[in-house]
């Protein structure tokens, strides 16, 4: 297939490019480099350098490739940055993805893959979450990332588009090529690692008096090698609609610095801070549908494999892409 992936100079972009390649899928990556990298862009895939918000741009692109399919990445994603300006992220993120699909529709481009995030649903009512849990999100990034799910709905009832929005919470780990740099670093993992890459004096843990069997928060971590193979695989099935990505279970902050530190020989240094407002004891997503419509089959799912992973890239590429 000829695919257009928007943000495939970011984290999950880069190894889904990658791994399209790998399949003999022929990529465009369209990307403003504003928060990408070049340098992880893989060699074998053409890069069209411009911006979402400027129709122009999109369109043009849209045109010279005319693509089978567009797997969108492409969107700001820093929760906090979110509340201090949640206009910027409306622009981007909704806006932004008015313009993807204005430029599909006259390029006469049908399927795309979107990637989202279990954001959508705002503090879970049950764990796991299913895709039918009410969509109520505490944050603009959620906000806007539920409100393009719902144009493209509306694109789908509409105009017979087929797409299909990929929710999922902490993707992680890398590929011996591509990793996770990002600026500022809000990731657990990653900040971890850079506690034992000497960049960092120690990781700080917000509550440890959870509701959890340790005390502190649990998460849904899902390899993103495992996370760019449900977007390949949602590219080459006749559906449409919402798809959860999890591994069905999830590890605690202090169960991912001890397998850190089991990894690394580093003591890597803990001090439990307060508690951030908004942080759910647990937030598991259910991929029991992305496991029987896609065939979707998670890989890496322990957390030792994902961290190992992730170590390896950041002990090669101590400052990221900027090395």
């Known amino acids: 297939m000829k695919v257009f992936v928007t943000g495939g100079a970011g984290y999950i972009g880069s190894v889904t490019t990658e791994l399209l390649l790998n399949e003999c899928h022929e990529v465009t990556v369209f990307d403003n480099l504003k928060r990408g ?17 400027n129709a122009t741009d999109i369109r043009d692109a849209m045109l010279s ?10 969107a700001l994603a820093l929760v906090g940055e979110s509340m201090e300006d949640p206009m910027l992220y409306y622009r981007n993120n909704v806006s932004g993805g008015v313009n993807l699909i204005d430029a599909m529709e006259t390029a006469n481009v049908n399927k795309i893959i979107f990637s989202s995030t279990c954001a959508t649903y705002g503090n879970p009512q049950e764990v796991p979450i299913p895709e039918n849990h009410p969509q109520n999100p505490i944050n603009p990034y959620g906000d806007s990332k539920m409100l393009f799910e719902h144009v493209l ?14 929710r999922y919470f902490n993707a992680c780990g890398a590929t011996a090529k591509f990793g996770e740099d990002h ?15 000497g960049k960092r004096e120690k990781i700080y843990i917000f509550g440890d008096d959870y509701d959890t069997p340790d005390g502190t928060c649990i998460r849904d971590y899902i390899h993103i090698a495992d996370l760019a193979q449900a977007h390949i695989l949602a590219l080459t099935k006749d559906c449409s609609g919402s798809f959860n990505l999890g591994n069905g279970d999830g590890y605690s902050v202090k169960e991912v610095i001890a ?10 240094p803990a001090e439990v801070a307060t508690r951030r407002p908004g942080d759910p004891p647990r937030l598991i997503g259910s991929a029991v549908k992305a496991r029987k419509q896609l065939g979707w089959n998670p890989r890496h799912a322990d957390i030792k494999t994902i961290i190992q992973h992730a170590w390896n890239w950041h002990k090669a590429h101590p400052e990221g892409y900027g090395a």
């Not at 490739?65 to 492409?74: G, L, S, Y």
């Not at 397998?259 to 890597?268: L, N, S, V």
């Open 65 to 74: 490739v005319k693509p089978d399919a567009v797997v969108h990445f492409a």
């Open 259 to 268: 397998t850190a530190r089991e990894i690394t020989g580093h003591p890597i």
């Open 37 to 53: 990298h070049r340098e992880a862009i893989d060699e074998r895939a053409e890069l069209i350098e411009g911006d979402l918000l």
């Open 183 to 197: 600026m500022p670093e809000t990731h657990l993992i990653p900040l971890i690692l850079q506690v034992a890459l």
């Open 153 to 166: 709905k509306w694109c789908h009832s509409i105009k017979k588009m087929q797409t299909v929005f990929l």
